[in-house]
């Protein structure tokens, strides 16, 4: 944690909230910068999985899912700033050196009824994977969560997950921005986690852009975005690009839509 301000030297600000909990520590950093510093954040997973810890992107969750790990992790955790992170560091070292020396928590032992079967027990919920692998976005905001024991993520109901899985076919309106260039388009595509521009004006992977997506019902989407891939083809070429919007507003907007496009679909 000491090590953070020569590990992202870019950094504008940085923000910490250390959590304890009977059976683990943790961490979330947040960090303003001007661009994605994605060997900081892979080293940084790297060092966190190395020491037996869980190394979360918070930002890369959809909202609820993130909403939802933070008040199970963090709930209660003592802000610090980021001129303060030797002591946020000492805390969290004293705690989790206590928790070595007193050892694992005993197990509660739950009454047996022999004449009763045991019940089915459900299935384990998926584990949340995230680092280096799979699609790498980029925030202006990147926020990253380190807990030992938070290895899975709270699941959806109803439609929720199947919206989050699914890309539905759309041609909306957008405008796009970048620090250059202002850019009328359509976007092909749409899910939970963004969607995809069929456009000649293709920011490099890992830029940020500004968004503004005009739904059918009136409804507007704006806020910015991650260019998370390119594909350059001369007619069917253009840019994927992930919403990076933590605001409820927008987060609810997006549901609303993508709920109505399964009602259409079913």
């Known amino acids: 944690m000491e090590g953070l301000g020569a590990l992202m030297p870019s950094a ?44 979360v992107e918070l930002w890369r969750l959809p909202k609820a899912e993130r909403d939802a790990l933070r008040s199970r992790t963090l709930a209660g955790g003592t802000p610090f700033s980021g001129t303060e992170r030797t002591q946020a560091a000492q805390e969290l070292r004293q705690h989790l050196e206590a928790l070595s020396a007193r050892g694992p928590l005993p197990a509660a032992s739950a009454p047996t009824l022999p004449s ?20 790498s976005y980029r925030a202006p905001e990147t926020e990253a969560s380190a807990d030992p ?30 620090e250059l260039d202002f850019v009328r388009e359509h976007a092909l595509n749409i899910s939970n986690g963004g969607l995809f521009v069929r456009t000649a004006h293709r920011p490099p992977q890992d830029s940020v852009v500004t968004v503004d997506v005009k739904l059918p019902n009136g409804q507007r989407l704006q806020g910015e975005a991650l260019v998370v891939h390119v594909v350059d083809a001369p007619y069917t070429g253009g840019v994927g690009l992930a919403f990076l919007s933590d605001d409820a507003t927008f987060a609810a907007t997006l549901d609303g839509y993508l709920a109505s496009l399964v009602g259409e679909k079913a």
């Open 12 to 55: 504008q600000s940085m923000q910490l909230v250390v959590a304890f909990r009977d059976e683990a520590g943790a961490l979330e950093v947040k960090v303003d910068v001007p661009g994605y510093p994605r060997a900081a954040v892979e080293r940084l997973g790297e060092e966190v999985r190395k020491s037996g810890g869980t190394f």
């Open 116 to 135: 009763t079967p045991p019940a089915e027990a459900p299935p384990a919920p998926p584990a949340t994977h995230t680092g280096s692998g799979g699609e």
């Open 149 to 178: 024991s938070s290895s899975g993520s709270p699941s959806g109901s109803g439609d929720e997950p199947q919206r989050r899985a699914r890309r539905f076919a759309v041609k909306l309106e957008m405008e796009f921005r970048t």
